[in-house]
């Protein structure tokens, strides 16, 4: 494994959790999505501040993703609660932060400013709690491989590629 492992390079902060995993297994934050229903959030609180061009009376409840512009502090405040539990790994909140899953919100042309807002929060948030409480600077890592239903419908491949490309 090890020999598999050296012929690609990594990123300082690649090497510095595998080397963590040398010495104990270490914890994934938890589900977004779950933390966010809690919060009761309703209409308003997914437009909130946004000036993301979307239009008028579009309902875009349920595009948890957006909230990384719209209401950070609930975001920043689930990343807490996770580092606070334990977690050593904290995640973006970007989870269907593709073209695809975002066009049902006809948000496509946001993908790259919510994860890039997505991603400046969680770095935040992870190095304010590094600072005070590890040894190490805790990993943070962004997934975009969930897709809603508009996969389902039929996309085809290509377009799928092309949209996670994004």
Do not use: W
């Not at 020999?3 to 690609?8: E, R």
């Not at 994934?28 to 000036?51: K, N, V, W």
């Not at 807002?117 to 990993?139: G, H, I, N």
């Amino acid at each position: 494994m090890k020999q598999a492992l050296s012929k690609y390079p990594y990123s300082p902060g690649s090497m510095a959790l595998m080397e963590q995993l040398k010495h104990r297994i270490l914890v994934l934050d938890g589900a977004m999505g779950t933390m966010i229903q809690r919060y009761g959030l309703d209409e308003h609180d997914f437009h909130s501040g946004c000036h993301c061009g979307c239009e008028k009376g579009k309902a875009l409840k349920g595009c948890n993703d957006i909230l990384s512009i719209t209401r950070p502090d609930i975001i920043e405040d689930i990343h807490r609660q996770y580092l606070e539990a334990g977690a050593d790994i904290v995640t973006t909140n970007t989870f269907n932060a593709n073209a695809i899953s975002l066009a049902d919100y006809d948000m496509q042309s946001k993908v790259r400013e919510i994860n890039f807002t997505a991603a400046r929060l969680t770095r935040r948030v992870a190095d304010e709690y590094s600072a005070r409480c590890t040894l190490y600077r805790l990993p943070m890592y962004g997934f975009a491989e969930s897709l809603n239903a508009s996969v389902a419908a039929g996309i085809v491949i290509y377009e799928l590629a092309r949209a996670m490309r994004n």
